[in-house]
């Protein structure tokens, strides 16, 4: 029954990160919850769909031959134009490192935990 709590606890770790990645919180859950340790590597390693989804709409318009161009851009690659780089949005909110961290800190925990589990319920 005790084990039951903590495989419920350790999944919402799971779901915790896929939703901050935007994914499934429920269906994370339960992944979690049954294979606790491939779903947090699993988890960690999954590509964040908000980023992903961002990252492709990175574009502005040339303001000399108005197709569409990234914004770090420094030359139009249609009509050869000099324009200013603009810092692309990921950069702006300045939360890569952030994010890292918590990654970090979140592996560290499940770790942690790991090694707590093996401790009371493990073979001796
Ligand atoms: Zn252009």
């Known amino acids: 029954m005790t084990l039951l709590i903590l495989a419920a606890f350790l999944g919402l770790i799971t779901a915790l990160i ?4 935007g994914r499934s919180f429920g269906a994370w859950w339960l992944y979690g919850f049954l294979l606790f340790i491939v779903a947090i590597v699993h988890v ?3 590509p ?3 980023t992903a989804t961002s990252k492709s709409h990175e574009l502005r318009d040339c303001p000399y ?4 161009i990234k914004l770090q851009a420094s030359k139009c690659k249609h009509c050869g134009s000099e324009v200013v780089p603009l810092p692309s949005k990921a950069e702006t909110h300045g939360d890569g490192t952030k994010i890292a961290w918590n990654r970090v800190a979140v592996l560290a ?5 790991t090694f707590i589990i093996i401790r009371f319920f493990g073979v001796k």
Request: with cysteine.
């Open 18 to 21: 896929a939703q901050s990645k």
């Open 48 to 50: 964040s769909l908000r």
């Open 109 to 113: 925990l499940s770790v942690g935990i």
């Open 44 to 46: 960690l390693l999954v």
């Open 65 to 68: 031959c108005a197709e569409p």
